[in-house]
């Protein structure tokens, strides 16, 4: 019977305070993690803006492209200076030259070396009209040095391709999806909501 009479006992005095500095303490991580989440989201929507179309040249074949160059640059813009190549791979299949290159950048949010991959080839120059099989006997004395940077080049555009679309990833494609972002999104649902309740 004592029991049941008994009240349930409220924190008191530094109990009390205990249990509201656990509850700061609890918000102002949230706070923290929201402030982190909205600084990263804004930096991929930086990424996933359209390149500038005075930047954006056209092949003699038709199709449209950024040139190395301006990657370079445009990378060198948005991660601070803080930009790395390095050739994965190199090799000569047939008549061609086949490179896999990596671009390393420090995310300036996440303070992350980050990596990116990509692959591109180059024909190596030979006289014309010689079979493929016999191409090392009639392959252009500089072949070589002009083959290796294009291919190089195009190992290097795309592996930007994959950071965003400020670096070409939706130049010459049919459908572009434009990067809206998570935090946006779940914010409009919960406005959406709230005007439903």
Request: charged share 30%.
């Given at each position: 019977?004592?029991?049941?009479?008994?009240?349930?006992?409220?924190?008191?005095?530094?109990?009390?305070?205990?249990?509201?500095?656990?509850?700061?303490?609890?918000?102002?991580?949230?706070?923290?993690?929201?402030?982190?989440?909205?600084?990263?989201?804004?930096?991929?929507?930086?990424?996933?803006?359209?390149?500038?179309?005075?930047?954006?040249a056209k092949h003699k074949q038709g199709y449209?492209?950024?040139?190395?160059?301006?990657?370079?640059?445009?990378?060198?813009?948005?991660?601070?200076?803080?930009?790395?190549?390095?050739?994965?791979?190199?090799?000569?299949?047939?008549?061609?030259?086949?490179?896999?290159?990596?671009?390393?950048?420090?995310?300036?949010?996440?303070?992350?070396?980050?990596?990116?991959?990509?692959?591109?080839?180059?024909?190596?120059?030979?006289?014309?009209?010689?079979?493929?099989?016999?191409?090392?006997?009639?392959?252009?004395?500089?072949?070589?040095?002009?083959?290796?940077?294009?291919?190089?080049?195009?190992?290097?555009?795309?592996?930007?391709?994959?950071?965003g679309k400020r670096f070409g990833a939706d130049?010459?494609?049919?459908?572009?999806?434009?990067?809206?972002?998570?935090?946006?999104?779940?914010?409009?649902?919960?406005?959406?909501?709230?005007?439903?309740?």
């Amino acid at each position: 019977m004592e029991e049941q009479n008994k009240e349930v006992e409220q924190p008191q005095g530094g109990e009390l305070q205990k249990v509201e500095e656990k509850q700061e303490v609890a918000r102002t991580e949230a706070q923290l993690k929201m402030e982190f989440r909205s600084q990263l989201e804004a930096f991929t929507k930086l990424l996933n803006y359209a390149p500038n179309p005075k930047k954006i040249a056209k092949h003699k074949q038709g199709y449209l492209y950024l040139p190395v160059s301006v990657v370079e640059k445009d990378l060198f813009k948005m991660f601070f200076g803080m930009v790395q190549y390095e050739v994965l791979k190199s090799e000569q299949i047939f008549n061609e030259i086949l490179v896999t290159a990596r671009i390393k950048v420090l995310h300036p949010v996440l303070n992350q070396w980050l990596n990116y991959d990509g692959v591109g080839s180059s024909v190596i120059q030979q006289d014309a009209n010689t079979k493929v099989m016999d191409f090392h006997q009639f392959k252009k004395p500089n072949a070589m040095q002009l083959a290796f940077p294009k291919a190089y080049a195009e190992a290097i555009k795309n592996a930007a391709k994959k950071i965003g679309k400020r670096f070409g990833a939706d130049i010459n494609r049919d459908i572009e999806d434009n990067y809206e972002g998570f935090i946006k999104a779940q914010k409009e649902e919960k406005k959406e909501e709230e005007t439903v309740n």
